[in-house]
């Protein structure tokens, strides 16, 4: 008997851009069932009485999380699973807080078994948050990757990863080089880009400080040896960090046409933060089909600036969200998106405007975590909504989670209501059930 789950469904068809309405953009079964097949994709989905009848559905049949709704996987594009420990580390700005909190947390992961530990932690957080996809970095150590990519193997969960590739301007003990980044990407990305598990491999150089020419050459390399390679590395965050790429790289154009002039914009390129980006470099991103992660939480916490959500918009760039963690506070993608609200909102009513700005609509919001993230990944065959073929990654939110939430609930009215109250009150509490391939996860991980 197929296995079925009923509750409210709810997910993207396209992008429903600024529209406060955008029928025609979603699909929502207030009660529906959701129809698995053996081997855990989606089969069929519905209205609960049409599935019923199309299958001969008993109860007994249905998992039933009726009065919740399921949407899709959150979609992470953009975290650092070695930087877990040092979330909510106090007082620096970028570049101070790299050589802080972040280098020395990222030296412990030469040990594959501490490596292991915390990447199971991390990945619990994930699915904890109702985050089934994410796009990871390790750290620089080859065994940092390898143990990220065993543990989500186990988990039977789809994510993308890479080891980071660093050869200048961090701590010795911390640095590759061309050809060991090379070699080492080459050897993860035999053994796994879309080999074993739902594993795909990301080429990341970490950012252009970081990385010289020549090992920036043989990212380039691998990103295009290979089919399908991702490439995943930070851009225009901080102006300090803006002004010390000028230095590094006198003749390009701007700090994104050094990652250009390495042949590193492409499809399946996702660049983090771009808060300083020109309308040239928001154009060039569009036009060579790459995405930029929006990282709020991190944003607002190292005091980076605020993402130009609306000009990405008018310049139509693909548009995701990202935790950051660890400069980012926290792991979920709800909380994200009322931190990019918040952002949006800052920008939004300044005197100077001269035009209305775009609005962030909750809608918009969902989208970006969810279809809007797999179609910048390049995975929309595969995840990001909940049609017949796709894998079984699905999450169900409790509304009622909190009794504040319990509350505003009973006042909302529309479905755009009920999903903004979600994103602005909801986190980790209101995840009541994270499904991957079809398979409840059940959370074993007990960090101690
Ligand atoms: N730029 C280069 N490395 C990093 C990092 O680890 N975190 C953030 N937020 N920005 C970076
Ligand atoms: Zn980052």
């Not at 609005?359 to 995840?383: H, N, Q, S, V």
């Amino acid at each position: 008997m197929a296995r079925a789950i009923r509750g409210s469904l709810f997910f993207f068809l396209d992008d429903p851009g600024a529209d406060h309405n955008p029928v025609g953009s979603y699909q929502y079964f207030e009660d529906g069932i959701l129809v698995l097949t053996d081997d855990g994709h989606i089969a069929d989905i519905g209205s609960a009485t049409n599935m019923q009848s199309r299958y001969g559905l008993a109860n007994r049949d249905i998992i039933d999380h009726s009065g919740k709704l399921i949407v899709p996987g959150f979609i992470d594009t953009h975290t650092h699973y070695p930087q877990s420990e040092i979330i909510a580390a106090y007082g620096h700005q970028l570049i101070q807080w790299l050589d802080k909190y972040a280098f020395p947390a990222e030296a412990k992961f030469y040990d594959k078994h501490y490596a292991r530990t915390i990447s199971r932690f991390f990945l619990s957080e994930l699915l904890r948050n109702g985050t089934t996809t994410a796009l990871i970095f390790g750290s620089v150590h080859k065994v940092s990757a390898e143990a990220l990519f065993e543990e989500a193997e186990k988990l039977n969960m789809r994510i993308i990863g890479g080891k980071i590739m660093m050869d200048r301007n961090a701590p010795q003990h911390l640095l590759d080089t061309p050809e060991t980044a090379y070699s080492d990407s080459k050897a993860l990305i035999e053994t796994w880009h879309n080999k074993r598990g739902r594993i795909s491999y990301a080429v990341t150089p970490r950012f252009a400080a970081t990385s010289s020419s020549e090992q920036l050459q043989a990212a380039q390399r691998l990103y295009h040896a290979y089919d399908d390679m991702y490439l995943q590395t930070h851009v225009s965050e901080n102006q300090h960090e803006i002004a010390w790429i000028k230095q590094l790289f006198p003749s390009s154009k701007s700090y994104l046409n050094v990652y250009n002039d390495f042949g590193l914009v492409g499809p399946r390129s996702i660049f983090a933060h771009g808060i300083h980006l020109t309308d040239d470099e928001f154009k060039l991103l569009a036009d060579k089909n790459a995405a930029i992660a929006f990282c709020p939480t991190s944003n607002l916490f190292l005091g980076s600036g605020l993402f130009n959500f609306d000009q990405a918009c008018l310049i139509n760039v693909r548009l995701t969200l990202g935790t950051d963690i660890g400069a980012g506070t926290s792991f979920s993608l709800l909380k994200t998106m009322a931190e990019a609200y918040k952002v949006v909102q800052l920008q939004s009513n300044s005197a100077s405007a001269s035009k209305k700005k775009t609005p962030l609509t909750p809608f918009k919001t969902f989208y970006m975590a969810t279809l809007g993230a797999a179609r910048a990944l390049y995975l929309e065959d595969k995840i990001g909504t909940l049609q017949p073929g796709k894998e079984g990654d699905f999450i169900v939110l409790n509304p009622d989670a909190t009794p504040l939430l319990n509350f505003r609930m009973r006042k909302t009215l529309s479905l755009a209501d009920r999903l903004f109250t979600l994103m602005m009150l909801a986190d980790d509490r209101a995840i009541d059930a994270v499904y991957l391939m079809g398979k409840r996860w059940q959370n074993s991980e007990a960090y101690s």
